[in-house]
């Protein structure tokens, strides 16, 4: 396992990716829009995602701000097959709060687990 990113809720798409390419000097690694669900995610660092962590910019098109601290999403850590994982973390006594599944309209298979004080992880299958 690694950590793939952070996510954070934002009200601003185009200011946040703005600030932490243009004043945090991090770069804009890949973004798209999910009509379907209404959102867009936007992935910002400082070298690919293949090599180190991210963060995830997520733009909800039906909420222009959040209050601070509710913005906070989760961490997500890739594995290699997220079914066996949730499998092997419920095993282990872990709470699966979403089952492994594609994503909300898209076709990458991901799974939500929930540490001992509420905070979600999430887990994302290698692309191989």
């Not at 733009?59 to 222009?64: A, H, V």
């Given at each position: 396992?690694?950590?793939?990113?952070?996510?954070l809720?934002?009200?601003?798409?185009?200011?946040?990716?703005?600030?932490?390419?243009?004043?945090?000097?991090?770069?804009?690694?890949?973004?798209?829009?999910?009509?379907?669900?209404?959102?867009?995610?936007?992935?910002?660092?400082?070298?690919?995602?293949?090599?180190?962590?991210?963060?995830?910019?997520t733009?909800?098109?039906?909420?222009?701000a959040?209050?601070?601290?509710?913005?906070?999403?989760?961490?997500?850590?890739?594995?290699?097959?997220?079914?066996?994982?949730?499998?092997?973390?419920?095993?282990?006594?872990?709470?699966?709060?979403?089952?492994?599944?594609?994503?909300?309209?898209?076709?990458t298979?991901?799974?939500?687990?929930?540490?001992?004080?509420?905070?979600?992880i999430?887990?994302?299958?290698?692309?191989?």
């Open positions: 396992m690694r950590i793939l990113h952070t996510m809720r934002v009200g601003d798409l185009n200011r946040s990716i703005d600030f932490y390419t243009k004043v945090l000097g991090m770069a804009l690694l890949r973004r798209q829009d999910y009509p379907e669900g209404r959102f867009t995610l936007a992935f910002v660092g400082y070298g690919a995602e293949s090599e180190q962590a991210v963060i995830e910019l733009y909800n098109w039906d909420t222009s959040y209050v601070l601290g509710a913005g906070f999403g989760h961490i997500a850590l890739e594995v290699d097959d997220v079914y066996q994982a949730c499998t092997q973390i419920r095993q282990l006594g872990g709470k699966i709060i979403r089952e492994a599944g594609p994503m909300n309209a898209g076709t298979i991901i799974a939500f687990v929930e540490d001992p004080d509420g905070y979600a999430e887990l994302i299958g290698c692309k191989g």
